[in-house]
């Protein structure tokens, strides 16, 4: 009998024993045996790895009385997970192992090393399902993008005191348990809750937020609309705020929001670079600041009126208060609130589309009467066969040196002023680029404007000299005379006449009226953007005697001006000098010098007939120019007529594209 008893006990002990742990764990835990080794819950046949079923790690690390566990080392380690989070996470059919690698046994012998990563298994389950036709894991495709834009982050960097760990791993930002599905309760929570995560390790920056009026908006009136740091900073391929890529994407991302603020910005000299992939002018942050923005009203705003000097003195350290009425954000199109603004934005377009609209018909018009006069065997038609060998002399040679000049400098500043104007463009890009950035381009751009300027005044001193030369002989309105008088308005409407065959073509002295018009438009461009541009080239100084608001109107207008020239020099004037049938392909006069005497006699007849009977024709007659000196002037000649054609088509790129 003792033997029984002895056995039974020897039996039931055991058995109790099984009951008490299985009553502590809960009725769903799996059984420990006695010896401390748990029962075989199966193995991964393809890793060979053990399976752990969550419910076992959740005996512990789901204990709502015991959120924290201590180390060996006696520090405090957070071990309690929310199991309702985990079976609502994108990752709520996963075992937890499958991430805890290291978790081979449960309970553990000791702490274990905590290492989870996520690359390796995102990019191989991507690998496995990419190819599956019904399309199910689209957002995997997006998670592995993420990925490849996080590797090339400043997070993904050794860290500078530990070089063993990233800056950031994916679980350091994302909540490790608690990855909501795009569009979730758990990922609209998580925009709540994204400056407290960046807060964790940019401590200084989360007070510096908290008081903004982001912050504000967020924090405390739980406003998701408002601006979160990775609005700001993007949220994967994050760069340090030191770098030109960083500031680039931050001030893009703020227009996110701001549209008609980033807008305006673009339009002004400082959008302009920066939208050319150029970090050396003013951005969104520099004025308004980037963690602490606050509103204009704010004392502590730094575009607060009583602090915007000390603001705009970052960059133009002579600023004055005269700065302060610059607009930032001046939009030529509000009338309401930039009504200057808006009239001579207004002016300055019709007077664009007025000019360009009369010689653009003028044009046209006179294209198609010299094609039917040369059908009818009209007009000059030059024989090949018998060249002129006496020429008529037109322009000295400083005359001609001062045209190649204008050309180069006009052609230069063309091409480094619209790279602004256009600088939404890729052909503006690479321009800037090739020019060694918008540094270098600015330096080329103002000496090109000084040389043009340098010879406009010394065209303007050769002309007033010969005018003082010849005294009383001078005839102001005479035949030889740029001065445009009544005859020039006859010679206008006697061509319109010609134009549609009602009337003959009208006979011109030494200037016609559109030579002119040539002439005299370059004194309206050195007035409006000589001006202008000096301006801009010295805020400070022009600061020292006109409010900040003409530089809004010196933008504008400077713009404007140039867009004019660039498109009527390259169209029109190309026009009448070189493309129109009785002057085609090209005319060389202005290098030569010298014009062959039959078309002289047929373009200038009145001044012809004038020479021939005082006997000065005489004075005026060469021999044609040598073939290396024709060879040389036809080569600059075919150089600057393809400059300009360029230069006209990247212009109009520009003006089709236009993102306004």
């Known amino acids: ?71 060996d080392d006696g520090s405090e380690v957070k071990i309690f997970v929310h199991s309702k989070q985990i079976r609502e996470s994108v990752h709520g059919e996963l075992n937890c192992n499958s991430c805890h690698i290291t978790i081979d046994r449960v309970p553990h012998r000791k702490a274990p090393a905590v290492i989870v990563g996520c690359l390796d298994c995102h990019r191989e389950t991507w690998e496995e399902v990419k190819n599956d036709p019904d399309g199910k894991h689209e957002r995997l495709k997006v998670v592995n993008e993420s990925i490849d834009s996080y590797m090339l982050s400043v997070h993904a960097q050794p860290n500078s005191l530990d070089q063993s760990r990233t800056n950031a791993t994916c679980y350091d930002c994302h909540e490790a348990h608690n990855v909501g599905e795009l569009g979730s309760i758990q990922r609209a929570e998580k925009r709540l809750k994204n400056p407290e995560v960046c807060g964790k390790c940019h401590e200084q920056q989360l007070e510096d937020y908290r008081t903004s009026v982001h912050g504000v908006a967020l924090l405390e009136q739980n406003d998701s609309e408002s601006a979160v740091c990775s609005d700001c900073h993007t949220t994967h391929q994050i760069d340090s705020p030191d770098t030109d890529k960083a500031k680039l994407a931050i001030t893009k991302n703020c227009g996110d929001c701001h549209e008609e603020a980033q807008r305006t910005y673009f339009d002004s000299y400082h959008g302009q670079v920066h939208r050319l992939g150029y970090t050396n002018t003013a951005k969104c942050h520099d004025c308004h600041g980037s963690h602490k923005i606050k509103g204009e009203d704010d004392p502590t705003s730094e575009i607060h009126a009583n602090n915007r000097l000390e603001n705009c003195r970052v960059c133009h350290e002579d600023a004055n208060e005269n700065f302060l009425t610059f607009w930032p954000h001046g939009d030529a199109d509000d ?86 104007l256009f600088a939404h463009t890729g052909w503006a890009k690479a321009v800037v680029v090739f020019l060694g950035g918008t540094e270098m381009e600015g330096i080329i751009h103002r000496t090109a404007a000084v040389i043009w300027l340098g010879i406009f005044l010394v065209h303007l001193m050769i002309a007033v000299t010969n005018i003082i ?192």
Not at 13 to 42: D, Q, R
Not at 49 to 70: A, F, P, W, Y
Not at 479 to 507: A, H, Q, V
């Open 1 to 71: 009998m003792p033997n029984t008893v002895s056995r039974l006990a020897t039996w039931l002990i055991p058995f109790f024993l099984i009951l008490v742990v299985h009553s502590v764990h809960g009725a769903t835990e799996p059984a420990i045996n006695i010896l401390g080794e748990e029962p075989p819950e199966g193995f991964d046949p393809v890793t060979g790895e053990r399976i752990i079923s969550n419910e076992r790690c959740l005996t512990c690390h789901g204990d709502e009385q015991m959120k924290t566990d201590v180390r």
């Open 335 to 420: 009338r309401e609130n930039y009504p200057g603004l808006w009239f001579f934005k207004l002016f300055m377009q019709t007077l664009i589309f007025a000019v360009m609209a009369f010689f653009w018909v003028h044009v046209l018009l006179w294209l198609y009467r010299e094609v039917m006069d040369r059908l009818q065997g009209k007009g000059f038609i030059e024989d090949l066969d018998k060249p002129d060998i006496v020429y008529f002399r037109r322009f000295p040679v400083v005359w001609r040196w001062i045209h190649g000049l204008f050309a180069i400098s006009t052609m230069t500043l063309i091409l480094t002023g619209t790279t602004l």
């Open 469 to 660: 030369r010849e005294g009383k002989d001078f005839k102001w309105f005479g035949s030889t005379s740029m001065l445009p008088n009544w005859k020039d308005w006859s010679d206008l409407k006697g061509m319109f006449r010609w134009f549609i065959g009602k009337g003959e073509r009208p006979e011109f002295s030494h200037w016609t009226y559109w030579q002119k018009f040539d002439y005299w438009a370059p004194f309206w461009g050195a007035a409006v953007i000589g001006t202008s541009g000096i301006m801009l080239f010295a805020p400070e100084k022009t600061a020292l005697i006109l409010p900040g608001w003409m530089f809004n109107i010196a933008t504008l207008i400077h713009a404007e001006e140039a867009l004019l020239a660039a498109i009527f020099l390259n169209s029109v004037h190309f026009f009448n000098v070189h493309f129109r049938p009785e002057r085609f392909p090209m005319s060389t006069t202005i290098f030569t010098g010298a014009i062959p005497f039959e078309e002289f006699r047929h373009d200038h007849r009145e001044e012809y007939e004038r020479l021939a009977a005082t006997g000065e024709i005489n004075n005026y007659l060469v021999r044609k120019p040598s073939r290396r000196a024709d060879l040389a002037a036809s080569f600059i000649t075919t150089v600057l007529i393809m400059a300009g054609l360029a230069l006209l088509t990247l212009v109009l790129i520009g003006l089709v594209t236009s993102p306004n």
